[in-house]
């Protein structure tokens, strides 16, 4: 956490330009005044050593963008929202990974395997971009086709504000568990236990269902900490598109403006976030497979 | 198909009512979307565009625009002006939004605090007029020397620097709002950041502020001239920069104005939308380093360029949605002169490209400075979509026309002021908006001690001809002496001017008496009204 702190501290720093300037210019007096209100005056090693001192107490300071507003407050308005967009995002990409990849691994090379695996391509390299424009068009039609107003076509507030925002989000990461939960089913298949209980003489379905999906999710479980990360922090494109009030947009105008306080603040809770998603999975991965529990 | 129908009505109910209607004529309430959330809506130090578009709403200055944007009596009922001064009267039935009355002395507060350099208000300059002002803004003298004064509780009085023509259309400016100065002091650092933490004394105030989801603004029932406003509600309910998402919402009738830019321009023409467009009042030019060094500072080169920019070719053929003017003048076609438009009064000479006499003078450039070859001129620009094009056109045309190199170096917004302010360039794409509706706000540019002179030009001429109409009030004088700037910087080729900006919109049918303005809070839904 101290390294994430301390690389972005002076990355920002090495960047030109400052938070303070503007399109038109500021006396010399005035620029003086706003770095001394923002101690952007003083050598950078005190303000490195200010601003970690902060951060221990956990007072990540104003933004300068935004400059009636605590970065802890923004925060803690902002995050939960893109929190609860990334959750139904990554259930999406998890129910959704998860049965595609076992319906190809069911229907290997035959024609379901060939349409899925086709889309998993297209879901892994066509940009966030295109698909949040398509996805808010697609709702654009819809509503024009029924007349009225089934979903809203952005926006925040309602569940139905978050079904399609969630569906473009976790896309990305559908097809790559989808590609992830095809492979392990294809290794688990050929496993001897497998064999074994087609000897014992168990049903397709329990076989299927209590021993190839149970050891076939494990690498998808694994993946899924840190991507639960990136789609949470990631959401920059979808909220802007979707005009949903989440922090990735708050994340990616600071970087713009420079906006130090807010860059830093996001990029240390980001970190920490990042570090406890991979904790948890840790944890649920004792759960489910009893070989790895934690002694 | 009834699977599909009654899944969607399953959604509908589950998700409760949802209200597709942009305007409603019973409620008079409109639906709009914020290009962003409003970064600072302390009237002191606002600065941007959409803070100072909700301020201009809910809250009032000295005087205000009417509906056909004129000047007209805002807090104040009436005045008086002399040369070097001016006194209001302020109406007695102006009130805040707690019920206490305007008083003059929330304007004293509120201009001191604009011009103390503590507050660091980054439009303290628009003060500067005012006796006193520079000097406390640097530092030099405390902010009770600010040359106003409030006689009694509804008397004000104001003394000039220097006579200022121009005085009576600042006192419309968002920085000359008042703010009383009890409340400001009892929430101060937390002075408007939510809708609480604030007073309102216009038309509208803010009756809910979710952070960038939304902002609703509903009619402010203390408002002395209530009976003219005929919209109850303006609801922001969202907040997006993204210009498609804006249409989309435009097409499933949640909002009610959306601006179009070159990619919307063309799926808002597919819908049969009616485009309207509008001149916003800036002006683009490229602008050349002064420097010691720097090879632009060779006149024959910079005239060499000039003749050969066809500024048709380029409004027409590059940027392509309408409403944009081709270049021809740093002063913009709807700047006020003495009695009619600066430029129909002293027209500005006409840009035609001469390719021959491009040749020639590059020759001559080349002579002067002792070169077989012009090195690369770096060209600075934005990255936004029209700055690239701009610079990619620029590129081609002088490469092809004058076999000129140019390196464009496009650079993210701090990136680009930061290498401006360096001198890091030999050309920038640079613009230039207007900040109160005088033709100085374009006029003093260039001159050498403006800070926004990022290229330093310096000609003893120009800074003279800028002193002769700050010093006079007499309008013929002044907009001579801006007549003398126009010639200079087309003979100087200080700058090469490449567009007006203009803009397209479209807005709902429903809504009569919005108001487009260049100055101040734009649009203006003040006079505005649904119509059933």
């Known amino acids: ?257 420079l906006d130090y306080t807010v860059i830093m603040g996001t990029t240390v809770f980001y970190g920490a976030f990042l570090v406890l998603m991979v904790i948890l999975v840790d944890i649920i991965y004792g759960f489910i497979d009893p070989r790895v529990r934690l002694k | 198909m009834n699977f599909f129908k009654s899944l969607a009505i399953a959604l509908l109910l589950f998700s409760g009512a949802i209200e597709a209607q942009s305007v409603d004529a019973t409620r008079q309430v409109v639906k709009i979307a914020l290009a962003q959330e409003p970064p600072q809506l302390n009237s002191m130090k606002a600065t941007d565009q959409v803070s100072i578009f909700v301020l201009g709403h809910v809250m009032e200055g000295l005087t205000r625009y ?199 321009y063309k799926d808002a023409l597919k819908n049969q939308f009616r485009i309207r467009p509008f001149a916003t009042g800036s002006v683009y030019f490229l602008e050349y380093n002064y420097r010691p060094g720097r090879i632009t500072g060779n006149l024959k080169l910079r005239q060499a360029i000039q003749a050969a920019f066809d500024p048709d070719e380029f409004v027409n053929k590059v940027l392509q949605t309408p409403g944009n003017l081709p270049g021809a003048s740093l002063f913009p076609s709807w700047i006020k002169g003495v009695s009619k438009t600066f430029r129909e009064e002293f027209p500005a000479k006409v840009l035609r490209p001469d390719l021959e006499r491009a040749k020639r003078l590059l020759a001559e450039a080349k002579a002067e400075l002792g070169v077989e070859q012009i090195p690369p001129l770096v060209l600075l620009v934005s990255d936004s979509p029209t700055a690239t094009k701009q610079a990619e056109y620029t590129q081609g045309m002088l490469k092809t026309k004058l076999n000129l190199d140019i390196k464009i170096d496009v650079q993210t917004f701090k990136q680009r002021l930061a290498k401006m302010t360096e001198g890091d360039f030999d050309i920038v794409g640079a613009g230039w908006g207007p900040d109160f509706d005088d033709i100085m706000t374009f006029g003093d540019l260039f001159a050498s001690w403006n800070l926004n002179n990022r290229g330093r030009y310096n000609n003893p001429e120009y800074d003279r001809l800028v002193r002769v109409a700050m010093n006079s009030s007499d309008p013929a004088t002044r907009m001579e002496a801006m007549a003398g700037i126009q010639t200079l910087v087309h003979d100087d080729a200080i700058i090469l001017p490449m567009y007006e900006q203009g803009v397209i919109y479209i807005q709902h049918p429903k809504i009569k008496g919005l108001r487009r303005t260049v100055i101040g809070s734009d649009p203006d839904f003040t006079h505005a009204r649904i119509v059933p």
């Open chain 2, 66 to 264: 009417d509906r056909r944007g004129n000047l007209a009596p805002g807090v104040a009922e009436r005045w008086a002006l002399s040369s070097t001064a001016a006194k209001f009267w302020l109406r007695k039935d102006a009130k805040w939004s707690n019920g206490d009355p305007v008083t003059a002395h929330d304007f004293v507060f509120s201009w001191r605090n604009a011009v103390d350099p503590k507050t660091a208000s980054e439009y303290a300059f628009i003060l500067y007029p005012v006796k006193n002002a520079e000097a406390i803004n640097q530092g030099n003298l405390p902010v009770t020397d600010l040359g106003i004064r409030a006689v009694d509780d509804h008397t004000l009085e104001v003394t000039l620097e220097r006579p200022t023509g121009y005085f009576m259309k600042l006192t419309a400016f968002v920085t000359t709002f008042p703010v009383q100065e009890r409340f400001y002091r009892s929430v101060e650092a937390s002075y408007a950041a939510d809708a609480g933490q604030m007073l309102y004394n216009g038309p509208f105030k803010i009756t809910d502020w979710v952070h960038s989801a939304s902002l609703k603004m509903q009619k402010n029932q203390t408002y002395w001239n209530r009976q003219t406003i005929q919209l109850n509600g303006i609801d922001a309910d969202y907040i997006t920069a993204d210009t498609r998402a804006r249409l989309n919402l435009f097409i499933d009738d949640e909002i009610a104005y959306t601006q179009l830019d070159g990619e919307t």
């Open chain 1, 1 to 257: 956490m101290w390294f994430i702190a301390t690389a972005t501290f002076l990355a920002m720093h090495a960047v030109p330009g400052d938070p303070l300037m503007n399109e038109k210019a500021t006396t010399a007096e005035i620029r003086e005044n706003l770095a001394r209100k923002y101690g952007l005056d003083r050598p950078l090693a005190e303000q490195y050593v200010i601003y970690l001192s902060n951060m221990i107490q956990g007072d990540f300071g104003i933004s300068f963008t935004q400059q009636n507003r605590r970065v802890n407050d923004i925060i803690k308005d902002h995050f939960p929202v893109s929190a609860a967009l990334g959750i139904l995002a990554i259930t999406f990409a998890a129910l959704g990974g998860i049965l595609w990849g076992a319906i190809t691994a069911l229907y290997r090379n035959q024609l379901p395997d060939i349409i899925i695996m086709f889309l998993v391509i297209l879901g892994i390299s066509v940009p966030s971009f295109v698909f949040a424009a398509l996805g808010q068009l697609l709702l654009v039609n819809l509503n024009q086709w029924f007349g009225t107003s089934i979903l809203p076509v952005a926006g925040w507030g309602t569940f139905s504000h978050m079904l399609m925002p969630s569906l473009v989000l976790g896309l990305g990461t559908m097809a790559l568990l989808t590609r992830l939960m095809r492979s392990s089913m294809l290794e688990v298949v050929n496993e001897d236990f497998i064999k074994t209980a087609k000897a014992k003489g168990l049903s397709p379905q329990r076989i299927f269902f209590k021993h190839q999906l149970r050891n076939a999710i494990l690498p998808v479980v694994t993946v899924l900490g840190p991507q639960i990360a990136a789609i949470t922090t990631g959401g920059f494109v979808v909220e802007l598109v979707f005009a949903i009030p989440g922090l990735g947009r708050y994340f990616v105008q600071a970087v713009q403006q």
